[in-house]
Nanobody, 127 residues
Framework: QVRLVESGGGSVQAGGSLRLSCVASLYTYAPIDYCMGWFRQAPRKEREGIAA???????IYADSVKGRFTISQDYAKNTLYLQMNSLKPEDTAIYYCAADVCGDRESRLESRSYRYWGRGTQVTVSS
């Protein structure tokens, strides 16, 4: 079983920064060749994959966040991070972390690639 708990959301003004955390409880989950990702869902929009990281620290980003967001992982703490800089109002959404055994690299920003999800944390960016 895998349990994921996000934190760090909040309200900021445009141009500000936030760092999200996702603590993973990997009770019986072998920490080999697994991927973790960040997704977000804005009101009336589909869930969007924005960043993913594998156990070799191979990272990928959606174009919408490239250069502004950074995904990282502290393996000793079983924690995934998302550093978000230069935030824009269009970044407002609920942010989710997800985990599963890695599949094709090209599919790591797709929701269907992950079985395990956190409950999300709200990020609101005001103009």
């Amino acid at each position: 079983q895998v349990r994921l708990v996000e934190s760090g959301g909040g309200s900021v003004q445009a141009g500000g920064s936030l760092r999200l955390s996702c603590v993973a409880s990997l009770y019986t989950y072998a920490p080999i060749d697994y991927c973790m990702g960040w997704f977000r869902q804005a009101p009336r929009k589909e869930r969007e994959g924005i960043a993913a990281n594998d156990s070799d620290s191979d990272t990928i980003y959606a174009d919408s966040v490239k250069g502004r967001f950074t995904i990282s992982q502290d393996y000793a703490k079983n924690t995934l991070y998302l550093q978000m800089n230069s935030l824009k109002p269009e970044d407002t959404a609920i942010y989710y972390c997800a985990a599963d055994v890695c599949g094709d690299r090209e599919s790591r920003l797709e929701s269907r690639s992950y079985r395990y999800w956190g409950r999300g944390t709200q990020v609101t960016v005001s103009s």
